[in-house]
Each structure stands twice: as C-alpha cells, then as structure tokens.
C-alpha cells in the first residue's frame, strides 16, 4: 500500500488511515514546520521498505525504529538529512541528494550498517576519508560535477560495486589498481587505464557509450549485476551480490 495525499493543514493527522499497518512507501516533502500526528499503536505496526524525504524540512517524527527495514529505497534531501543525521545511523541503504561543496560527509563514516550508498548532485569535491572503514559494498556517484578526489576508493576493502554517471572530473581511476574483491564497474566513460589482469574478482564492466549504447565485459555470473541500483536489497542478498546480515 502506498499513497499520495495532500494536507492542507499545518497539522497533519495520519489517524484517519486505518490501514498503515500495511503501508510500504512513504514519501513526505516540507517546505516549512508542521505538527505531525501518528499515532504509537499503529505507527509501530508499519514495516516500510522505501522512504522519501524531501523539501527542506523533516516531519517530527522518528524514523531510526523503520530504517532496518528498508530495502527498495531511501531518498533524502540534504536540507532533510543536515538536521537528522544522527538519527539516521541505522540505515542500510540512502541516497543523499542536492549536498553543497561545503558538506564533507565525514559522518558517512558513522553509518555502520550502510551498504549501499548513493552520492546524488553533491557538490563535493573529495569523497570522506571517513569511508575507509565503512561497510559499504555498493556506491554510486551521479551527477557529482565538482568531485575529483575518488582516492579513499583504494582503501575500502568491502566495496564490491561502483557506479560513476556525469561526474566529469573523475578523470583518474588509478584507485581501481590493486582493489581485489571489486566485482563491479559502472561508468559513463571508457577507462583508458584498467587492466583486467589487475581486477581478479572482476565479472562486470559496463560503459554507456552514448543513449542507447554500450560497450560491456562480462565473466562468469556478472550478467547479474546489471542494473544493480535499482535492485531492492534482500534480491540482491538472494543474488550473492551483498552480502547477507
């Protein structure tokens, strides 16, 4: 069950829907403060599995509890995401859109459950060193026009799969060299420098060459990570791609 209602009211009510038991997708923008109502006896009986906030502020209400279930999606503004970070820790999956170039994500880093990430129109310009340590196993960049400084890559040992879309100073993609357990790459553009040899695990290399052309490499089962970024995360778990918690 999912739903699109428009309140006029400044004081949103959810009581009147009987059946939230039973929601899945939950999209909420506000662009001012409004009081929001929800009451704990059916609010604790929802089980989304994808959430949208956008607009400039979050509604006053408590998402950590609904994260861990999550699979198909979490899309947040950044006007959202800068006030309630702290309570999204517990995410397993986001995609953070519309970042000015003064954001750092340093506290990407604190996301310990995170394992797949989406970096959507940020206007940063080196990736958090942060990350290192990350569970992250999927990361995709989009849409990123001033990011140049790709190198903390190298040191993430989880990382499996990486797309890269009209991110246009990415130009050195030496941070593939020596990443053994990546299986997967997913760019805009031909890597003039990647050597095979030097990615073992590597079953998937996609390049949209234009709209409605592609050059691909393909090793075993890597046909299966074609359109990874669109896959709920318990179909990729099921494919072998995450790895399961």
């Known amino acids: 069950l999912s739903f699109i209602y428009q309140f006029k009211s400044l004081n949103i009510d959810l009581s009147c829907f009987k059946n939230l038991k039973n929601l899945r997708s939950l999209g909420i923008k506000l662009d001012t403060t409004v009081g929001f109502s929800v009451p704990s006896e059916i609010w604790k009986k929802v089980e989304l599995k994808y959430l949208s906030l956008l607009g400039d502020f979050p509604p006053p209400i408590n998402f950590s509890d609904k994260l861990n279930s999550l699979t198909e999606g979490f899309l947040i503004n950044y006007a959202v995401y800068s006030k309630i970070y702290n309570n999204l ?9 519309g970042a000015p170039k003064e954001w750092l994500g340093e506290e990407l880093g ?14 940063m310009n080196k990736l ?13 960049l989009a849409g990123c026009k001033g990011l140049s400084n790709v190198d903390v890559l190298k040191k993430m040992k989880k990382l499996k799969y990486i797309q ?7 130009i050195d993609y030496s941070f593939l060299t020596g990443m053994q357990q990546v299986r997967s790459v997913d760019v805009s553009k031909p890597i003039e420098s990647l050597n095979l ?17 592609e050059h691909s490499f393909v090793r075993n089962d890597g046909e299966k990570f074609r359109q990874v970024g669109s896959k709920p995360l318990d179909e990729l778990c099921a494919l072998g791609i995450l790895t399961a918690t």
């Open 89 to 97: 820790k517990f995410t397993p999956l986001m995609e953070v859109q």
């Open 110 to 123: 604190g996301f310990r459950n995170l394992k797949k990430l989406k970096l959507n129109s940020c206007g």
């Open 128 to 140: 958090p060193e942060s990350l290192e340590e990350s569970p992250l196993e999927i990361l995709i």
């Open 164 to 170: 890269i879309f009209s991110c246009p100073k990415i």
């Open 197 to 213: 040899k030097e990615l073992p695990a590597l079953d998937f290399y996609l390049v949209h060459v234009s709209k409605g052309m």
